[in-house]
């Protein structure tokens, strides 16, 4: 069997899109990045969503805006992307590996804990939705935020995506959950593309 690195799946609509762009004159921002910005945000039930050209210079701006600098403790799951360890890198900070739940894939409030009672110094937790599976960030935020560590999240596989609830109902949508901020991606092997 020949499993694909990634398909492409489109509407059909997609090349006259791109025809209205090119012929705009705007090959940066044009009305559609703001378009899916807004839209983007609506879906989501946030306040802001901001377009930029990936989501490791999302990853990037986030840790950047929380003050991440030369020395700054992160804490990063081991199970992931280099991105979200290297964004951490870019600015000189400190990364302070976690390891995920074995059969789920994901940091978990019990092993959150136990890494800051290991690490109180870290000021920053990057919790990855592995897989289009949610790490349940309310749990993630009551043990981080207390310590004065806020959370940005490594949603590049998480749209969409609900957090889990208590009775199994649907969650919301990760990124609406109140991190100080969510980071998703549309590179060709990601859920929504
Ligand atoms: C792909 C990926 C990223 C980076 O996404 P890009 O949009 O390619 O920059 C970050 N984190 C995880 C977990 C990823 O799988």
Redo the contacts with the bound molecule.
Sequence with gaps: MNVPFFRVDCSGRELHYLQQVLESGWLTTSRFAAQLEQRFAETLGVPHAIAVN????A?HLAVEALGVGPGTPVLVPTL??T??AEVVRYLGGQIVLCDVDPRSGLLTPEILAAALDRHPEVRVVMP?HFGGLACDLEALRAIAEPRGAAIVE?A??AFPARYPTQDGSAGAYVGAGRSAACCF???AN?TIT
């Design positions: 990936s989501c490791t210079a990853l992931t992307f991105a979200t990855v490594d590049a596989h991606s549309f590179y990601k």
